[in-house]
């Protein structure tokens, strides 16, 4: 694997992770790559494939659980300028696979282009908000995504149509291909309606949610025409806790962790959810974040 060698100034081996995640726990990457260039990306997952090495993509890590021993294979960050630009074309904006997606919100919201606001309150990058169809109730910001420029596995680039993209609750045809960038198809509003909707709908997500608090979100996709949070409550876990990890009593779909707290603590908290509410409700509750 003499190819790490050209990116000794990219590739960082035995990194930790904790600190890239909200949830601020589990262990190292075998190695973090953050390339310079679409080229860079290209030859890195190009020659991880050949190699046989995993590789997995980093956004704000702010739906991923990493184990405590680690992730063996290369986690890639696209926190370097060629993933992180914003371009505005009229009603169309061109983002990075690694632009903040909160920042990009509230710059479309303040020049009146309106399509994102749902996206208020949701740590993330543009590519994991993509490859997770993130969103809430007022919208997912798979219905505004027009075109994806994506690597895939083998190193290969691609450019998604929008009529090549399938959303779905919480979920994409993304694959575990690299979304390096992407274009949205916005329309032109009043810039004082789309600040205000941006507002309150973090406003409103500031009080139902624990904020504050290292989580990677709702842990649990909520079931076909059902509330996971309710059925948690309903099943009095709220506040239910293992080692430093506990459901929180404020949203009983998020687990949050405690310092000192493990990934193995969330993990146990989680299995203990699913045990209670398949006995109470007979119902089998599937993950939302991705643990690593
Ligand atoms: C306090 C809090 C509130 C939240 N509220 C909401 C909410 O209201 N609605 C909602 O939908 N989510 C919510 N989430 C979850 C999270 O914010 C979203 O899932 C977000 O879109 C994850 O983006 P990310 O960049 O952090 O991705 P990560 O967590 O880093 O990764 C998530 C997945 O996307 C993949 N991925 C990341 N970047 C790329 C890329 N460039 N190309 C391809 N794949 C990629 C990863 O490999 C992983 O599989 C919340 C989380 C927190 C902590």
């Given at each position: 694997m003499n190819w790490l060698n050209d990116f000794r100034d990219s590739i960082e081996p035995n990194a930790p992770l904790a600190d890239r995640?909200?949830?601020?726990l589990g262990g190292n990457a075998r190695w973090l790559a953050a390339p310079k260039s679409r080229q860079d990306l290209v030859r890195i997952v190009r020659q991880a494939a050949i190699d046989e090495i995993d590789v997995k993509t980093l956004g704000a890590g702010a739906n991923v659980l990493v184990r405590?021993?680690?992730?063996?294979g290369i986690v890639l960050r696209l926190d370097q300028p060629a993933f992180t630009s914003i371009r505005f074309d009229g009603e169309r904006v061109h983002a990075g696979g690694g632009a903040d997606l909160m920042g990009l919100a509230q710059q479309c919201a303040r020049r009146g282009?309106?399509?994102?606001?749902?996206?208020?309150g949701i740590p993330s990058t543009v590519g994991g908000a993509i490859r997770m169809n993130a969103g809430g109730r007022y919208g997912e910001i798979g219905n505004v995504v027009d075109e994806v420029c994506l690597v895939d596995r083998t190193g290969c680039a691609h450019r998604l149509a929008r009529t090549d993209l399938e959303f779905g609750y919480r979920s994409s045809?993304?694959?575990?291909?690299?979304?390096?960038s992407a274009c949205f198809a916005l329309h032109a509003c009043d810039p004082l309606r789309t600040v205000e909707t941006f507002k309150r709908i973090w406003a409103e997500k500031k009080a139902s949610?624990?904020?504050?608090?290292k989580s990677a979100g709702c842990v649990f996709k909520n079931p076909p025409a059902r509330s996971a949070g309710a059925l948690i409550d309903q099943a009095g876990?709220?506040?239910?806790?293992?080692g430093g990890a506990s459901v929180s009593t404020r949203h009983a779909n998020f687990i949050v962790a405690r310092p000192g707290a493990k990934s193995a603590d969330v993990l146990a908290v989680i299995d203990r959810v699913r045990e209670v509410v398949a006995d109470r409700f007979g119902v089998s509750l599937e993950l939302e974040i991705d643990v690593w």
């Open positions: 995640t909200k949830y601020r405590d021993d680690g992730f063996d282009l309106s399509g994102l606001e749902p996206m208020a045809n993304i694959g575990d291909g690299v979304i390096v949610q624990p904020m504050a608090e876990l709220k506040g239910a806790a293992i």
